[in-house]
């Protein structure tokens, strides 16, 4: 049974970061490309940033310089590290794991979510 399972979500002041983890289990990770995407009320999800099984990042260009996705396969878990946080950042952000880093269909399987809320 695959399981996606976020944590490091919150509350914080603009301008202020936050560290979200995924830990997987139930999938050959190495495989996997391991992404985060978020959605917020009333929008549609957006990819925020991948990580490809080679290394390879992906940003979406509004997170560009201040997010950096990184993972550690030892440990089967992917990071998101977002700092100078914005209050449009505020979003519920899910963790997904795919085996091609789709663009075009959705990713084969996804965390539950983890919300971050940034006020200013």
């Not at 396969?73 to 794991?97: G, H, I």
Request: aromatic share 12%; hydrophobic share 30%; with cysteine.
């Amino acid at each position: 049974q695959v399981q996606l399972v976020e944590s490091g979500g919150g509350s914080v002041q603009s301008g202020g970061s936050l560290r979200l983890s995924c830990a997987a289990s139930g999938i050959t990770y190495a495989s996997y490309c391991m992404g985060w995407f978020r959605q917020a009320p009333g929008k549609e999800r957006e990819r925020v940033a991948h990580i490809h099984s080679g290394g390879w990042t992906y940003y979406l260009s509004s997170v560009k310089g201040r997010f950096t996705i990184s993972q550690d396969n030892a440990k089967k878990t992917v990071y998101l590290q977002m700092n100078s946080l914005k209050p449009e950042d505020t979003a519920m952000y899910y963790c997904a794991a795919d085996s091609l880093c789709a663009t075009t269909r959705s990713w084969n399987y996804w965390g539950q979510g983890t919300q971050v809320t940034v006020s200013s």
